[in-house]
T-cell receptor, first 115, second 111 residues
Framework: DSGVTQTPKHLITATGQRVTLRCSPR?????VYWYQQSLDQGLQFLIQ???????AKGNILERFSAQQFPDLHSELNLSSLELGDSALYFC??????????????FGDGTRLSIL | QKEVEQDPGPLSVPEGAIVSLNCTYS??????FMWYRQYSRKGPELLMY????GNKEDGRFTAQVDKSSKYISLFIRDSQPSDSATYLC???????????FGTGTRLQVFP
């Protein structure tokens, strides 16, 4: 058990809809990362938050947004969903955003299926 | 060209074999190297973490980094069916905590 909790485990919805994925980091971790994993693209970095502030952006679509709350949990919001958004979405956490090269610990993901 | 290249496999070996998994990379700024194991329907689990060049051993697992060749390896000794999973390499540079992942190698260890 990595200590990173993601809910829900599975989400089924339709095109055009909006969903929210939730992540609770390991106790004491200040940084939260979001990744998308699909069969053909591998694990793609979306966005990082550190102690409530956006820290780095990756290949995140404008239809997607995230935030980190004062209690350090994070939410990833996906809107105007398309079939191609079907994927596994992982959250990871690390202790700080100031020490480089810190390993990240992953939750078990949310499987998003768009019908 | 991707920053990190990894053979997708699948790699199929008999129980007890020595397994060699590899990644090559193009960015000479990478200094931190990790290996993750991912079982089906689970998140990646950190296996090994190394800084710069050299070897690191942990039980049946050995990680090697050759920065001059931009090549990293993970060796698994006495492989077990429970080692069957996808293995992902990941790396980052000193000026960022963003990890770049390989696409993963699927390993199957048969009894």
């Amino acid at each position: 058990d990595s200590g990173v909790t993601q809910t829900p485990k599975h989400l089924i919805t339709a095109t055009g809809q909006r969903v929210t994925l939730r992540c609770s980091p390991r106790s004491g971790d200040l940084s939260v990362y979001w990744y998308q994993q699909s069969l053909d693209q591998g694990l793609q970095f979306l966005i990082q938050y550190y102690n409530g502030e956006e820290r780095a952006k990756g290949n995140i679509l404008e239809r997607f947004s995230a935030q980190q709350f004062p209690d350090l949990h994070s939410e990833l919001n996906l809107s105007s969903l398309e079939l191609g958004d079907s994927a596994l979405y992982f959250c990871a956490s690390s202790p700080t955003g100031d020490l480089r090269g810190q390993p990240q610990h992953f939750g078990d993901g949310t499987r998003l299926s768009i019908l | 060209q991707k920053e990190v290249e990894q053979d997708p496999g699948p790699l199929s070996v008999p129980e007890g074999a020595i397994v060699s998994l590899n990644c090559t990379y193009s960015n000479s700024a990478f200094q931190y190297f990790m290996w993750y194991r991912q079982y089906s329907r689970k998140g990646p689990e950190l296996l090994m973490y190394t800084y710069s060049s050299g070897n690191k051993e942990d039980g049946r697992f050995t990680a090697q980094v050759d920065k001059s060749s931009k090549y990293i390896s993970l060796f698994i000794r006495d492989s077990q069916p429970s080692d069957s999973a996808t293995y992902l390499c990941a790396m980052s540079a000193v000026d960022t905590d963003k990890l770049i992942f390989g696409t993963g190698t699927r390993l199957q260890v048969f009894p």
